[in-house]
């Protein structure tokens, strides 16, 4: 069995304070798009995950331990990730890769709902947004999820960087920038976006990415040359999304890649488009 897992952008993210479990409040919109890894699962021998080209742990090892934990009788699995989406880029690929491994749980043992969400809260802030991909909106620390209505339609190309950075080191970069903003600011902010998105998309934790890489500048820049609308850092980064706004955004989208990875050596610079459902 084949599960997609669509990448996240965060259209908006707005930072608020420290809070006392060390995570910062946030508002963000979540968005899936027609960026995705694949997990292809198959009965084994034993429990097994197989993510080549990428070491160290996996959020996918993660969510299998915590459903056999939870008392899931599936029998064995060996899941194989297929990447697609950049790693250590701001994209939540981690995330969503456990998310989708979570998501295909009750086809092999019934496994309920309330479980599910459980252990995606326990695994990571980008987990619970990803378990039913599509548009929502974040608060606490992202973990609180609001399904939102279809965004009107938009395209985006997506300037990855031949560097990762580590979202705390972001986040800490922000905490010594001073870019938090108060709780009253996320409120309101948080009470618009059920309405639309703003007009310029905003993220919160772009002046820190650049401070620590500075080099992103100029995904930024090119972006914005090759006709994008808006051109942001996607999460903590180091990705680079521009977004093209309208029916024909993902066409114009589409366009500008040829452009954009001419002389554009960092990885591979991809199109698609937004409002993306899992195996779409």
């Not at 618009?192 to 905003?202: A, I, S």
Request: hydrophobic letters at 45%.
């Amino acid at each position: 069995m084949i599960e997609r897992a669509p990448a996240k952008v965060n259209l908006c993210l707005y930072l608020g304070p420290t809070r006392a479990d060390g995570r910062h409040d946030l508002v963000t919109v979540f968005d899936s798009v027609t960026l995705f890894d694949e997990l292809e699962m198959t009965e084994a021998a034993v429990d097994e995950v197989i993510c080549e080209g990428v070491a160290g742990p996996n959020l996918v090892a993660d969510a299998v331990a915590g459903l056999r934990a939870a008392g899931w009788e599936a029998p064995p699995l060996r899941v194989v990730i297929r990447k697609r989406i950049p790693v250590a880029a701001g994209m939540g690929g981690g995330s969503a890769d456990a998310a989708a491994m979570l998501r295909a749980a009750a086809r092999f043992a019934p496994v309920d709902a309330a479980t599910v969400a459980g252990i995606g809260a326990q695994l990571g802030s980008d987990v619970p947004s990803q378990l039913h991909p599509g548009t929502s909106l974040g608060t606490g620390a992202g973990e609180i999820v609001t399904s939102l209505g279809q965004l009107e339609p938009y395209g985006l190309v997506v300037l990855p960087q031949p560097f990762p950075l580590a979202t705390r080191d972001v986040y800490r970069e922000a905490d010594r920038l001073g870019l938090a903003r108060s709780g009253d600011d996320l409120g309101q902010f948080a009470a618009d976006l059920t309405r639309r998105l703003p007009d310029r998309l905003v993220n919160d934790l772009e002046p820190a990415a650049l401070s620590l890489a500075p080099q992103i500048a100029d995904a930024l820049v090119r972006a914005r040359e090759a006709g994008a609308d808006d051109a942001i850092v996607c999460g903590s980064g180091p990705t680079v999304i521009g977004v093209f706004r309208g029916t024909d955004g993902g066409r114009r989208a589409q366009r500008a890649v040829a452009d954009l990875q001419e002389g554009f050596s960092a990885a591979p610079v991809r199109a698609g488009v937004g409002n993306s459902a899992p195996n779409d």
